[in-house]
């Protein structure tokens, strides 16, 4: 009789960490989810990163916004948009009449991703691999949540999900469709907004996000 090969070794090689998609609990809730992330090793990330930052918010939110990475203070207090870009992200949904309450705040990756600058830890973009291994995180609190609007802040959430070539710059504040996900809208990543160059910049900058903020909520209510 010929013998059968483990099925776990050939889904990855001995002493090789699980990719995401095998962390995830055959009937998975939010807690669930939350516990399984915490110990992901699907790209080098966690060798680096404090602890796992995962998504937070209402259980069945209509409205999901997806960041690039959490920051330095996500990383610390292990909550997403905890940092000086939280807080203008909740100005910003004050202004435009959304309760943070009431959506649900995750990011395209879950760890930080940092190069040391003295005491300071200097945020770092992802790389296509490390965005690509935490897509199941993602995909799976999006089958979970079923919300009706998806938010993509910044480049690396929105061709996440969009592709490589779509431009925030050119396509911000409209609704996309796309099979099999929910419908979009991208706008800038609030970080972006504190990299302003000066505070006129800023305030512009800032008057801009609350506007495409507003035409979400405009929407929430028109669905």
Known sequence: M??????????HPVGQPAPAQELIPEQPTLPG??????????????????????GEGAQHASVMFVG????DREDIEGKPFVGPAGRLLDEALEAAGIDRKRVYITNAVKHFKWKPQGKRRLHQ???AAEISACRPWLDAEIALIKPRILVLL???AAQALLGRDFRVSLQRGQFIERPGLPLMMATV???SIL???????????????VQDLKRLAQRIKGS
Do not use: W
């Open 33 to 54: 989810l939350r516990d399984a992330a915490a110990g992901c090793q699907a790209c080098d990330l966690y060798k680096t990163g404090t602890q796992t930052v995962f």
């Open 68 to 71: 690039e990475q959490p920051g």
């Open 154 to 156: 910044g480049a690396t």
């Open 195 to 209: 990299r302003a160059p000066d505070d006129e910049s800023r305030e512009i900058e800032m008057q801009a996000f």
């Open 125 to 127: 973009k992802p790389n």
């Open 189 to 191: 990543h609030p970080s």
């Open 2 to 11: 010929v013998e059968q090969p483990d099925l776990d070794l050939v889904s």
